[in-house]
């Protein structure tokens, strides 16, 4: 089997997040870079399912800046047998629909069985990469699983939701996303780092995957408007006089959190 796995870098969740003011891009410049934890479990199930089934094939696929080739090789750290990294200068500031089109043609290209995904990146928070990207493909998608077992026709998994949990099966070829619930990746040891600096890392750009970046080609969103968030203002302060209790309920409904 051969499984093509979704990693991206994002900014540190624990370090600062800012925007550029004039260009609405993500401003990478502000903190520290990471690979997306969500994407790290992803690719932890692509290898747990590796480990017990000889022969497969684990592929890491990021569309990024050419700056982010340090993260796409922490991935091959970890335990991919070979990535595969999107870099055009066009993609900068690329909306979801053109980062859709764009990994549905590297995953074409590569004709994997199966797809993995995180439900939702750290940074834009889009949560609809997975769907889209079964969409361009006509594949089965099976999203937001906290479980899933993997065989080598199809898979099952665990959606858990509000009301309860669905159980969920799909056959191959398929695209899935988990979420946080699934394990944490392995930690890359020193054997992993240094074979990552010889495992395979194709460098493909828009012109290869025959995809065109024009906004005229497709419909794309556009940004109309940002500005900076807001200082955060200072709270309502209740001095107990007695009178405390009435306070916080008149507060809570003014505000309707009851």
């Not at 089934?53 to 890491?60: A, K, Y």
């Amino acid at each position: 089997m051969k499984i093509y796995v979704l990693v991206k870098e994002v900014p540190d969740t624990y370090g600062d997040r800012k925007l550029d003011l004039e260009t609405g891009l993500a401003d990478r410049t502000a903190g520290e870079v990471v690979l997306d934890e969500i994407t790290e479990r992803a690719l932890e199930v692509a290898l747990s399912y590796a480990d017990k089934n000889p022969g497969t094939e684990v592929v890491s696929l990021s569309m990024a800046p050419e700056t982010a080739t340090a993260s796409v090789r922490r991935s091959l750290a970890i335990g991919a047998g070979s990535a595969v990294h999107i870099v055009d200068d066009e993609l900068r500031g690329a909306d979801l629909t053109l980062t859709a089109e764009t990994l549905a043609a590297a995953i074409r290209r590569g004709e994997p069985d199966l797809v993995i995904t995180g439900n939702l990146s750290t940074d834009g928070l889009g949560g609809v990469i997975p769907a889209m990207l079964a969409e361009h493909l006509g594949w089965t998608q099976a999203t937001a699983l906290s479980a899933v077992d993997i065989s080598a026709d199809g898979l099952t998994g665990t959606r858990s939701g509000d009301d309860g949990t669905q159980e969920v099966r799909a056959t191959l070829p398929a695209v899935i996303s988990i979420t946080e619930a699934l394990p944490d990746a392995r930690f890359p040891n020193f054997k992993g780092i240094m074979a990552a600096k010889k495992k395979p890392l194709e460098v493909l750009s828009l012109a290869d995957l025959g995809v065109s970046a024009d906004p005229g080609a497709a419909p794309r969103t556009i940004m109309t408007a940002i500005s900076e968030k807001p200082p955060r203002a200072a709270g309502v302060k209740i001095t107990d006089e007695g009178d405390a209790a009435a306070q916080l309920v008149e507060f809570l409904a003014q505000n309707r959190l009851v």
